[in-house]
Every structure is written in C-alpha cells, then in structure tokens.
C-alpha cells in the first residue's frame, strides 16, 4: 500500500510550531543577556561609588588632631647610627621623668576682685580691664613665649631640662619623646634624636608641639 501524503494541515501545523518554538528561544536568550548586562551596570556603579565614602570617613581624623595641637614644629636632624653610645645617652635620661603633673601658674589678686564687685555702675568696664589682665595660661617655667624659644635642630635635652626641669613623662626607643604637663592638661612635648657621633654625641630637639598654651 502506498503512503498517503502529508496534509496540508500538518504542514501549517509544524511550521507555527516551529516559529513558535525560535520566537521563546530567542526570548529567553535577550531576556538572560539584558539580566548580565543589568548587573555588570550595578557592580560598576558601586565600585566607583566605593573611594567616595572612604574620603569622607578620612576627613574627621586630620581635623581632630589638628585641633588637639595649637602649635607644632619639626626639623630634619641626622640621627646618629644605632651603637653603645646611643643606648648609654638614651639610657641616662629615661628615668627623669618625674610622673607628677606641673602646676599650674595662677595670680589671683583679691583686691580687684573686691573692687569690681563694690563698683555696680562701672561693672562693664572694670570686667573688661579684669579679663585682659588675667594672666595668660602658663604651667611651671613653660608659657607661649617660652616654647617659641625652644630651637629645634640646636636645643639640646639637658638645655631644655635645666631651663624647663624635669619632664613629666618620658619614652624611648630609638629617640627620646618627652613630655612637659601640667594638672589641667596643658602640655608642651619635644621629640629628641641622637645625632653626632661617638665622641660628640647629642639629644637634639628635631620636633616640638604644645597645646593650651596662650
């Protein structure tokens, strides 16, 4: 027997199905591509939105300790190779320290505080003459004027000790960092580097900074 041909409604058939068939294909392969592109968009973005919020948390950090030092200074000075005469200089001086705060320097005169208070119809004036003679914020021998003397790249520790005394605090390592402080938190601290050589061997003050003083 012979086969009968196909109809032509099968044919019809098979081709809507075949049309059908490459329409989803092709569907799901844009569908799958736009996702990948989508996502390599959002990873871009967040990587280079990424540095900009670094910089900002970095910022507080600079203002903060700038405000803690009113003053700073430093120098380069050749520091002196790593030997016994280094460790015996730096060895002498780690146990000045005396861990005891400096007073604070105050002058309290009792009669102009008198006075100002008996005078109620000057009272302004007499206020203003008061705050401009109060004495500036100083501690032991240590005030503004006395830091700005402080030369670095000549000044030596046992120069700054025998003018200034003893520090309050006093590290070491490789260099001496001393520290003068007084009772209300009003310090001058000075970073000396051992330079020279064996035979002429010196702390020299190679930085310095205050805060508190007026």
Same mark, same amino acid.
């Given at each position: 027997?012979?086969?009968?041909?196909?109809?032509?409604?099968?044919?019809?058939?098979?081709?809507?199905?075949?049309?059908?068939?490459?329409?989803?294909?092709?569907?799901?392969?844009?569908?799958? #591509?736009?996702?990948?592109?989508?996502?390599?968009?959002?990873?871009?973005?967040?990587?280079?939105?990424?540095?900009?919020?670094?910089?900002?948390?970095?910022?507080?950090?600079?203002?903060?300790?700038?405000?803690?030092?009113?003053?700073?200074?430093?120098?380069?000075?050749?520091?002196?190779?790593?030997?016994?005469?280094?460790?015996?200089?730096?060895?002498?001086?780690?146990?000045?320290?005396?861990?005891?705060?400096?007073?604070?320097?105050?002058?309290?005169?009792?009669?102009?505080?008198?006075?100002?208070?008996?005078?109620?119809?000057?009272?302004?004036?007499?206020?203003?003459?008061?705050?401009?003679?109060?004495?500036?914020?100083?501690?032991?021998?240590?005030?503004?004027?006395?830091?700005?003397?402080?030369?670095?790249?000549?000044?030596?520790?046992?120069?700054?000790?025998?003018?200034?005394?003893?520090?309050?605090?006093?590290?070491?390592?490789?260099?001496?960092?001393?520290?003068?402080?007084?009772?209300?938190?009003?310090?001058?601290?000075?970073?000396?580097?051992?330079?020279?050589?064996?035979?002429? #061997?010196?702390?020299?003050?190679?930085?310095?900074?205050?805060?508190?003083?007026?």
């Amino acid at each position: 027997m012979q086969r009968k041909p196909f109809k032509k409604s099968h044919k019809v058939r098979n081709i809507i199905i075949f049309s059908l068939s490459i329409i989803i294909i092709l569907g799901i392969t844009f569908t799958f #591509l736009g996702q990948n592109h989508s996502n390599k968009t959002e990873q871009t973005s967040s990587s280079s939105s990424t540095p900009k919020k670094q910089k900002s948390k970095a910022a507080p950090t600079t203002q903060s300790s700038s405000s803690e030092d009113v003053a700073s200074e430093s120098t380069s000075v050749p520091e002196a190779p790593a030997g016994p005469a280094v460790s015996s200089a730096i060895s002498t001086v780690t146990d000045d320290a005396t861990q005891a705060p400096i007073e604070d320097n105050t002058s309290n005169s009792p009669s102009s505080s008198s006075s100002v208070a008996s005078s109620s119809d000057t009272s302004s004036d007499s206020s203003q003459a008061t705050s401009s003679s109060q004495p500036a914020a100083s501690f032991g021998n240590w005030s503004a004027t006395t830091y700005e003397q402080i030369a670095i790249g000549s000044a030596t520790y046992d120069d700054v000790r025998s003018a200034y005394g003893n520090p309050t605090y006093l590290t070491a390592s490789d260099r001496v960092y001393a520290t003068w402080q007084s009772k209300t938190g009003i310090k001058v601290s000075i970073v000396f580097t051992p330079t020279g050589n064996d035979d002429n #061997l010196k702390l020299i003050a190679s930085s310095k900074s205050q805060s508190g003083l007026q």
